[in-house]
């Protein structure tokens, strides 16, 4: 069975410029998460998809952070427009429809703005 | 103050020796316990959920201490792949499904 996937595996953008990442959950999870570690500290919650419903956003930063999973399969977050300190590894997870279920993460996008 | 804290090491073993670290978490209403490993420049993986009554998989040990809030991995008998950074995870409220992150702690298993 093939893990959450993520795109692109690194991204390097200049201040001000837009970028959007791309997250595939494994196949019938219903639940989708966007998480974020900038340099240094610990991983951090950024939203809460269940299918295609925002159930909790109160980790995005700000609104230059826009998430969206259209039709409830993949889910894009978009950075509009990028600032240094939105250089990170953003992680995608994914779980069944249990809030005890596993939650399994991508590989991570690592975003480098500069 | 942080939600999860951690020492985060390095903890410098021996392969065969035990090693032991602990979390500490601010919320007394955190409901789920985790220890997760992620080797570096990768992925977070779940290595063990921590129960109320304490719990083993294999050489792993997890303890749950609520009244100090603080939870334990021990790790015996030490193998060179054990090395990465082990995190502490909770979440926060019974109907909480966000992971909160400590910073990590780092083990080298040296031969």
């Known amino acids: 069975e093939a893990g959450v996937t993520q795109f692109p595996s690194h991204s390097v953008i200049e201040k001000g410029q837009t970028v959007t990442l791309r997250c595939d959950p494994i196949?019938?999870?219903?639940?989708l998460y966007w998480y974020r570690r900038v340099m240094g500290k610990e991983i951090k919650f950024l939203l809460h998809f269940v299918k295609e419903s925002k159930q909790d956003e109160s980790g995005m930063p700000n609104n230059r952070f826009l998430a969206e999973r259209t039709g409830g399969t993949y889910s894009t977050l978009k950075v509009q427009p990028a600032e240094l300190e939105d250089s990170g590894v953003y992680f995608c997870a994914s779980s069944q429809e249990s809030r005890y279920s596993e939650q399994f993460f991508g590989p991570g996008t690592r975003l480098t703005v500069l | 103050r942080k939600e999860v804290e951690q020492d985060p090491g390095p903890f410098n073993v021996p392969e065969g020796a035990t090693v032991a670290f602990n979390c500490t978490y601010s919320n007394s209403a955190s409901q789920s316990f985790f220890w997760y490993r992620q080797d570096c420049r990768k992925e977070p993986k779940l290595l063990m959920s921590?129960?109320?009554s304490g719990n083993e998989d294999g050489r792993f040990t997890a303890q749950l201490n609520r009244a100090s809030q603080y939870i334990s991995l021990l790790i015996r008998d030490s193998k060179l792949s054990d090395s990465a950074t082990y995190l502490c995870?909770?979440?926060?409220?019974?109907?909480?499904?966000?992971?909160?992150f400590g910073a990590g702690t780092t083990v080298t298993v040296r031969a």
């Open positions: 995870v909770v979440t926060l409220g019974v109907n909480d499904y966000k992971l909160s």
């Open positions: 196949s019938g999870h219903d639940n």
């Open positions: 921590v129960y109320s």
